[in-house]
T-cell receptor, first 113, second 113 residues
């Protein structure tokens, strides 16, 4: 089992550019989520999904889109990057539909200049 | 809305000394409580969880946490820390009726040799 994988590990974008952060899991988990981590602020939920075709917004969804066409994949799209989106992004999955016991990927460090 | 407070942003402690990392939550309904650990430059890993039953829960590497409903706390303790425990520790809570974990801001455990 690879667990939760994320690509890329590092990315630098210019303001206004768009990109997609990839996330995949091979544990057949229905629940998947995206967080951003900023110093002193813990983790903030961006979007989550409880199964293929089902997504919902978290605490900080503005500027991000998600889709869930398969159980395995949950990509996060930045529509028009802004410096405020400079952060470390984590994808997670859970065998529990309420998001307990989440398994995290290694993270993507994004810098927007 | 639920919230989680980790009272200390950093806790310095000498190696082999005991440590307590504090976590308080605000909720009037049943909760499920978690501690996650993030080692440097890695994703988060589940350390221990309280779902029901015994209020004292333990991890495989010597940490324990006690659920105290009257004080709405879930403090993390270890009787003797090692340099390998250097990490950031996050407390999280999930209620019955939502699909989100609510996260504390994290506590950095700094082990002094």
């Amino acid at each position: 089992n690879a667990g939760v994988t994320q690509t890329p590990k590092f990315q630098v974008l210019k303001t206004g550019q768009s990109m997609t952060l990839q996330c995949a899991q091979d544990m057949n988990h229905e629940y998947m989520s995206w967080y951003r981590q900023d110093p002193g602020m813990g983790l903030r939920l961006i979007h989550y999904s409880v199964g293929a075709g089902i997504t919902d917004q978290g605490e900080v969804p503005n500027g991000y889109n998600v889709s869930r066409s398969t159980t395995e994949d949950f990509p996060l799209r930045l529509l028009s990057a802004a410096p405020s989106q400079t952060s470390v992004y984590f994808c997670a999955s859970s065998p529990n539909l309420q998001g307990h016991e989440q398994y995290f990927g290694p993270g993507t460090r994004l810098t927007v200049t | 809305a639920q919230s989680v407070t980790q009272l200390d942003s950093q806790v310095p402690v000498f190696e082999e000394a005991p440590v307590e990392l504090r976590c308080n939550y605000s909720s009037s309904v049943s909760v499920y409580l978690f501690w996650y650990v993030q080692y440097p430059n890695q994703g988060l890993q589940l350390l221990l969880k309280y779902l029901s039953g015994s209020t004292l829960v333990e991890s495989i590497n010597g940490f324990e946490a006690e659920f105290n409903k009257s004080q709405t706390s879930f403090h993390l303790r270890k009787p003797s820390v090692h340099i390998s425990d250097t990490a950031e520790y996050f407390c999280a809570v999930s209620g019955d009726s939502n699909y989100q974990l609510i996260w504390g801001a994290g506590t950095k455990l700094i082990i002094k040799p």
